[in-house]
């Protein structure tokens, strides 16, 4: 099978675009905030899900389905495109009302300066510069400098239910997708629940910028998240000192500080992505196999010979890493339903062919892309005439980020292609 020709699926800003310009319709064109307090949240879940079946790697990102939650992750308040870190849900920004005094479903209207004012009284003395005071929204970023060193800070407030949602927002990433120095979670005797992990902004590139972020679920359904760098901004700032100026017991006290209940109160209700106001309900997302299914399917469907040493997954996505006594190899499903309309962007080219009952088969052979020394990323992208799709992977290490531990995947292309096309991913429930 051909190699892809570049560092990630050949079809992935084809199919960005795809799902912008789907989830845009019916939306005026200059009308960028109906695009992200719409369509976009149920667009955004799904182009994570195709991402991580395309990259081969998983974080529980359930942020990017919350009604009005990370409104500004794939849409900057320019309106430009934006990429997202595996390391940590999409960045809020601080919004600016597009119409004064109009304020739509789902967007919060709080003083930037309010937020920045939180933030400055409960960290550490040092100056400050921070973007957009004069905006409204609710986020805020800006730039700390205790004269050792500059460091981006961005602090963003959210309501997300009590659901499944918000505890993926505060548990610690499988270390199988994502390396990190440290993780702690911790429930709080107020029924709040903590993360605090010290990372990376590009996890596969670990001698570069840290992110150290901590998240409070409070046990009303609000998330308080803070990172900071040890950079003056996430992305595209030099290094500017050995580690963000924070430490982990500074986060917890940041994000615990009762300064933050005023500003939360002031979060609207979540909406109804579907269609209608849904109150205190959260937004309806595609239906998907839950994590367990999907797992339990995936090892049932690894061939025999092949030990089972570790396993994931979640919502839609499970992996397993098994070894045959030459080797470490980790394999990666996604379950997709409801991918019809994007079809034609992912299986419009390469190595494509249409089985007698309309399923289409696209075989990909490629370089890894997350770090790890001579990886190899093999996968079969499955889709049925009715849109479900099914991608399973392969490689030659126990994870992405690490050196590969064989020549080859454990599984051949062949058995890759039979796993993703067998019957049972269409039989499981969806939730």
């Not at 182009?47 to 974080?59: D, S």
């Not at 320019?78 to 849900?89: H, I, K, L, M, N």
């Not at 709080?110 to 510069?129: F, H, M, Q, R, Y």
């Not at 309900?281 to 994590?291: C, I, K, Q, V």
Request: glycine letters at 12%; one cysteine or more.
């Amino acid at each position: 099978m051909p190699q892809n020709e570049g560092p990630q699926h050949e079809g992935f800003e084809e199919e960005l675009g795809a799902v912008l310009r789907r989830t845009g319709d019916g939306f005026a064109a200059d009308d960028r905030r109906e695009l992200v307090e719409g369509g976009l949240q149920r667009g955004k879940r799904r182009l994570v899900r195709r991402r991580l079946a395309m990259t081969g790697g998983v974080l529980a990102l359930a942020a990017v389905g919350i009604g009005g939650v990370y409104g500004g992750s794939l849409l900057s308040p320019s309106g430009d495109t934006t990429t997202t870190s595996v390391a940590a849900p999409p960045k809020p920004r601080p919004t600016i009302d597009p119409v004064p005094g109009k304020q739509r479903p789902g967007e919060a209207s709080i003083p930037v300066k309010d937020i920045a004012a939180v933030l400055k009284n409960n960290t550490p003395a040092g100056s400050w510069e921070f973007e957009n005071l004069d905006g409204r929204g609710q986020a805020v970023s800006g730039v700390f400098d205790d004269g050792n060193g500059k460091a981006g800070v961005t602090v963003g407030l959210f309501r997300t239910g009590t659901g499944e949602a918000g505890e993926d927002q505060v548990a610690c990433p499988d270390k199988v997708a994502v390396p990190y120095d440290n993780c702690t979670m911790q429930n709080l005797s107020n029924g709040s629940r903590l993360m605090i992990l010290q990372g990376y902004e590009y996890p596969d590139r670990r001698e570069e910028t840290k992110q150290w972020r901590a998240v409070l679920l409070t046990k009303d359904g609000f998330l308080i998240d803070v990172s900071e760098y040890n950079a003056a901004a996430e992305k595209g700032a030099p290094v500017s000192r050995e580690n963000p100026p924070f430490t982990p017991a500074q986060l917890k006290a940041l994000v615990t500080t009762d300064d933050w209940r005023p500003l939360i109160k002031k979060l609207p209700q979540n909406v109804d992505m579907s269609g209608g106001e849904g109150g205190q309900g959260e937004p309806r997302l595609p239906a998907e196999p839950s994590a367990t299914d999907s797992m339990n399917t995936l090892r049932s469907l690894v061939p025999k010979g092949l030990a089972v040493v570790n396993k994931g997954g979640q919502s839609g996505y499970a992996y397993v890493v098994v070894d045959d006594g030459k080797g470490k190899s980790l394999v990666e499903v996604n379950i997709q339903p409801n991918m019809a309309d994007v079809a034609g962007t992912l299986f419009g080219s390469g190595d494509v062919t249409t089985l007698p009952d309309g399923r289409k088969v696209k075989l990909i052979q490629q370089a890894g892309e997350k770090g790890g020394e001579g990886v190899v990323w093999w996968s079969a992208d499955t889709i049925t005439p009715e849109g479900f799709r099914v991608v399973v992977s392969a490689f030659n290490a126990g994870t992405q980020h690490e050196a590969a531990t064989r020549a080859e995947p454990a599984l051949t292309m062949k058995q890759l292609k039979a796993i993703a096309l067998s019957p049972k991913w269409q039989k499981l429930p969806m939730k």
